[in-house]
């Protein structure tokens, strides 16, 4: 029997492979009957799951899905999370089914401001900028913290998809 890690890794695999197959070619970038190949594809469609997420247990898994797929991500995008190891606390807390504290843990060093939106009965919607850029990034889910790494990952593709440099984390900066 696979360990508790490896069945949340593998539920949020089939996940999102079964939500390949149902994306609005018109929503996204990513063809209905293929697996996406670029590493913003694989973001895009974890964003599809991500704002579907019902339950702790998908939170869960879709967070270990993203913190696995960090680890092969662009420099742009780990010179933005100051991403040296960003998988033991993280893991750490997610083993403790710490939703909220893994998602302020990824992006505790990362440069951005947010502001976070929510109708009395509604999802929750977060927008979030990063500095000297010209562009906001939304995401709607229905708990703060998936709207908040949704609108993260919005961020990662765009800085993924440019040859612009991340800008500098706070442990970057020289006091």
């Known amino acids: 029997m696979p360990s508790a890690r490896v069945r949340l890794t593998i539920f949020a695999g089939a996940i999102i492979h079964r939500k390949w197959k149902q994306l609005d070619p018109g929503a996204c970038t990513i063809?209905?009957?293929?697996?996406?190949?670029?590493w913003q594809e694989r973001l895009?469609?974890?964003?599809t799951v991500?704002?579907?997420a019902s339950s702790r247990t998908e939170e869960l898994a879709c967070l270990r899905f993203l913190v696995a797929h960090l680890a092969n991500a662009p420099r742009t995008v780990r010179g933005f999370l100051d991403a040296t190891e960003i998988t033991s606390r993280t893991e750490q807390l997610l083993d403790h089914g710490a939703v909220e504290s893994a998602v302020?843990?990824?992006l505790h060093d990362a440069p951005h401001g947010f502001m976070m939106s929510r109708a009395v009965a509604g999802p929750t919607i977060c927008t979030?900028?990063?500095p000297g850029g010209?562009?906001?990034f939304s995401f709607e889910s229905r708990s703060e913290s998936m709207a908040r790494i949704?609108?993260?990952a919005k961020a990662m593709i765009m800085l993924a998809s440019s040859n612009i440099e991340a800008p500098i984390s706070r442990n970057q900066c020289l006091h």
């Not at 063809?31 to 670029?38: E, I």
């Not at 895009?44 to 964003?47: D, G, M, P, S, V």
Request: aromatic share 4%.
């Open 104 to 106: 302020a843990e990824l």
């Open 150 to 152: 949704g609108a993260a």
């Open 134 to 136: 010209d562009q906001e």
């Open 50 to 52: 991500c704002a579907e």
């Open 31 to 38: 063809a209905t009957q293929q697996k996406p190949d670029s």
């Open 128 to 130: 979030l900028v990063i």
């Open 44 to 47: 895009e469609a974890w964003l």
